[in-house]
Antibody
Framework: EVQLVESGGGLVQPGGSLRLSCAAS????????MNWVRQAPGKGLEWLSY????????NYADSVKGRFTISRDNARNSLFLQMDSLRDEDTAVYYC????????????WGQGTLVTVSS | EIVLTQSPGTLSLSPGERATLSCRAS???????LAWFQQRPGQAPRLLIY???TRATGTPDRFSGSGSGTDFTLSISRLEPEDFAVYYC?????????FGQGTKVEIK
């Protein structure tokens, strides 16, 4: 069974940093591209970032480009999101999402971790 | 960047009725990389439909997707109680992999 478990969320002040992690199991992590998607309270889904299986291809939404960094450790079956220069509007539930093998389609989501940016 | 606009924002229907949800792209979509996700309250999203019209594993056949160009539709033939949720469309080809703003299907 595919499992994606996010961690690292919490309360952080504006301008601060946070590092999210996603522990993957139940599939061959190194064969799959991965994503981060967020959802502000009461709002819709916002795609943030994508990383290919070998980390050779990385994309970001304009809203986080230059502030957030996606990375992965295939040996540890883990996905990360380093978030710097956080703003109030970054407050959201952050989801780790798995893509299908050799494709971009998201087929599984974690349960999310809440990040609150507030002074 | 292609923007996806979903309508209506909220659909109020009764169980057993048919639901028709729209997803309109700001420019013509040349690939078939259009997906639909369902999100129930307090849950993570779940993949329903991909490649415009292909049901994901576990998606009941009362769900169907269609469309081309700029206009895409998710139809639910007969609403079951568990179908009352928010639905999002997404283009998952070239980045940015935009989502629509969502349509809430609520019980009338």
């Amino acid at each position: 069974e595919v499992q994606l478990v996010e961690s690292g969320g919490g309360l952080v002040q504006p301008g601060g940093s946070l590092r999210l992690s996603c522990a993957a199991s139940g599939f061959s992590f190194s064969d799959h591209h991965m994503n981060w998607v967020r959802q502000a309270p009461g709002k819709g889904l916002e795609w943030l970032s994508y990383i290919s299986s070998t980390s050779s291809n990385i994309n970001y939404a304009d809203s986080v480009k230059g502030r957030f960094t996606i990375s992965r450790d295939n040996a540890r079956n883990s996905l990360f999101l380093q978030m710097d220069s956080l703003r109030d509007e970054d407050t959201a539930v952050y989801y780790c999402a798995k893509s299908v093998r050799n494709g971009w389609l998201i087929d599984y989501w974690g349960q999310g971790t809440l990040v609150t940016v507030s002074s | 960047e292609i923007v996806l606009t979903q309508s209506p924002g909220t659909l109020s229907l009764s169980p057993g009725e048919r639901a028709t949800l729209s997803c309109r792209a700001s420019q013509s979509v040349t690939s078939n990389y259009l997906a639909w996700f369902q999100q129930r309250p307090g849950q993570a999203p779940r993949l329903l439909i991909y490649a415009i019209s292909t049901r994901a594993t576990g998606t009941p056949d009362r769900f169907s997707g269609s469309g081309s160009g700029t206009d895409f539709t998710l139809s639910i033939s007969r609403l079951e109680p568990e179908d009352f949720a928010v639905y999002y469309c997404q283009l998952y080809g070239s980045p940015p992999r935009t989502f629509g703003q969502g349509t809430k299907v609520e019980i009338k």
